[in-house]
């Protein structure tokens, strides 16, 4: 790979052993990759943190030690110094303030909080969340991005124009050092055009529709760029998060556009970008209620667990919940976890809504989600929720059936503990 003279002596070491270890790491993967050169970044949105038992022994050694070898994919541990772009933290495993309800120990929680501490300290903004842009960290069209997780990157490429791969815990860690990370993929223009032309046939409004179409989308597609056109309604911040996190869920969508809505496409034409399109597909009513099949593989209609919230929710998802269960209360039998950034439980916390999911027997959960923690309330034998990608992830995870459907069909069910939900 060609380096810029600046790149060359952080690889040379003048610039420390950590810059070192982070440009040596980055020459590597960029030769793998076939990147001919780095790119300058200024946003990293990465996992810098000790969530998990396994990371004891590392933490015993030392916050140096943890980020060389989690972050640095290296034994020999190197001091590490502040951060040298604005970098964030993704999602953890663990409620900092609710991990007992999460059913986590005090010492894990306790070990997270301090790494959480020393990795702010550092300047890595402990936002917590799978859905950064929710929170302020907002990249522009155009920008060159280092982000993990796979519903943050195609809102990123797609929604905001902002260019990144999906990058890992590794690489993320080595672009927060140094501002660089390999010139490939979805940074290069042309990578980022259309190849799939989608008419949808059936309308396409709510949360629920927008996850059906992105779950059957991902599917096909895999990881190409799916264009689309027909019976969409206005999106949504909210709605464009459910779409993306769905296909890149049941496939690998990193981008698609939607002209008219979509920065990088004001037509199809532009969409494609002169790029031969590969197929023509349609999504009509069968093809929504495959996808709405195939989500819901519970049969017991007994629901003892209704999570709410992946990709985490905005605050007007909060408020909406907050406003369905106003008088009312749970079933005993049934326990409701909604799940929203910390920055966004605060203002939820704030305007009263935390208090009214509480007063009906719920709890409004931050930081993490069940399928990264891969804890769900103790003796859970049937779950509900009303995302497509947690619906996908779930039965593997934590080996539980789900209900997927409506904000509304899951708020009904955490009230009678009864699945009543079905395709309208
Ligand atoms: Fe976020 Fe967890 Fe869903 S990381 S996108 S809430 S699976």
Redesign the pocket.
């Known amino acids: 790979m060609r380096l810029t003279d600046a790149e060359r002596a952080m690889l040379d070491g003048r610039e420390g052993a950590a810059k070192q270890k982070a440009m040596d790491l980055l020459m590597r993967y960029g030769e793998a990759l076939g990147a001919e050169r780095l790119v300058e970044t200024q946003n990293v949105a990465g996992a810098f943190n000790a969530s998990t038992p396994s990371v004891r022994a590392l933490v015993a050694k030392g916050y140096d030690a943890v980020y060389s070898e989690l972050n640095l994919d290296s034994r020999e541990v190197v001091p590490i110094p502040k951060m040298a772009v604005n970098t964030c933290q ?2 953890t495993g663990i409620d900092n303030e609710n991990w007992r309800t999460q059913g986590i120990a005090d010492e894990l929680a306790d070990q997270q909080k301090k790494a959480e501490g020393h990795f702010g300290a550092l300047g890595i903004n402990m936002f917590a ?3 950064p842009y929710q929170v302020g960290n907002v990249p522009v069209r155009g920008e060159h991005c280092a982000w993990m ?4 990157v195609v809102y990123c490429n797609s929604v905001l124009g902002a260019r990144t791969n999906t990058e890992g815990k590794e690489s993320t860690g080595a672009a927060a050092l140094t501002g660089r990370i390999p010139y490939w993929g979805f940074h290069i223009p042309e990578n980022r055009r259309g190849t799939h032309l989608v008419n949808v046939d059936v309308e396409v409004d709510d949360i629920m529709d927008w996850g059906l179409l992105g779950y059957w989308l991902g599917e096909i597609v895999q990881e190409d760029i799916p264009v689309l056109t027909g019976k969409i309604r206005q999106p949504s911040l909210i709605k464009l998060k459910h779409f993306g ?1 769905a296909a890149a ?1 049941s496939g690998g969508v990193e981008m698609y556009h939607i002209p008219g809505v979509t920065p990088e496409a004001n037509s199809v034409d532009e969409a494609f970008g002169g790029r031969k399109r590969q197929d023509t597909l349609r999504f009509g009513a069968a093809e929504r209620k495959l996808a709405y099949d195939t989500l819901n593989c519970a049969t017991d209609r007994n629901v003892d667990f209704v999570m709410l ?4 929710n905005a605050i007007e998802q909060v408020w909406l919940i907050a406003s369905m269960l106003e008088g009312r209360k749970i079933s005993p039998n049934t326990q409701l976890w909604v ?1 929203t950034p910390r920055a966004l439980r605060e203002v939820a916390e704030r305007n009263g809504y935390v208090k009214m999911i509480r007063d009906a027997g719920g709890m409004v959960m931050s930081d ?5 923690s891969r804890h769900v309330p103790k003796g859970t034998r049937v779950i509900a929720t009303d ?1 497509a ?2 619906a996908h ?1 779930l039965p593997a995870i934590v080996g539980l059936p789900v209900w997927f459907g409506s904000v509304k069909d899951c708020v009904e069910a955490a009230i009678s503990g009864r699945w009543n939900g079905g395709l309208q």
């Open positions: 993704l999602i969340t799978c859905t997780e796979s519903s943050a996190a869920s919230g992946c990709p985490h799940h993490t989600c069940p399928a990264i995302s990608k947690q992830y």
